[in-house]
């Protein structure tokens, strides 16, 4: 088991960055994939992106090129840099880990991009 706490959203201006942070209590060097995903107001949640423990990575579509997915085992942190934010970008934010079959959530940061 990990448990997430997600940090770094607010509000910013479109055009603008944030970064996000998920500190985990444990360490995490041995979790195999870490995600960001988000949930729009009246959406469903959907990835946003997603990195494995050898360091790959994975981006919706729709943040390719402005979003930025890292993790520092020693920090026991993972972190997505977004720049050039849209008002669509707007949504809460939730950290993911999967261990053994198993998904495990953080509470989520909001993320409000005014345009």
């Known amino acids: 088991q990990v448990h997430l706490v997600e940090s770094g959203g607010g509000l910013v201006q479109a055009g603008g960055s944030l970064r996000l942070s998920c500190a985990a209590s444990?360490?995490?060097?041995?979790?195999?994939?870490m995600g960001w995903y988000r949930q729009p107001p009246g959406k469903q949640r959907e990835l946003v992106a997603v990195?494995?423990?050898?360091?790959?990575?994975n981006y919706a579509d729709s943040v390719k090129g402005r979003f930025t997915i890292s993790r520092d085992n020693a920090k026991n942190t993972v972190y997505l840099q977004m720049n050039s934010l849209k008002p669509e970008d707007t949504a809460v934010y939730y950290c993911?880990?999967?261990?053994?079959?198993?998904?495990?959530w953080g509470r989520g940061t909001q993320v409000t991009v005014s345009s």
């Open positions: 993911d880990a999967k261990i053994q079959n198993s998904d495990y």
């Open positions: 444990r360490s995490i060097f041995s979790i195999h994939a």
């Open positions: 990195i494995t423990g050898g360091g790959s990575t």
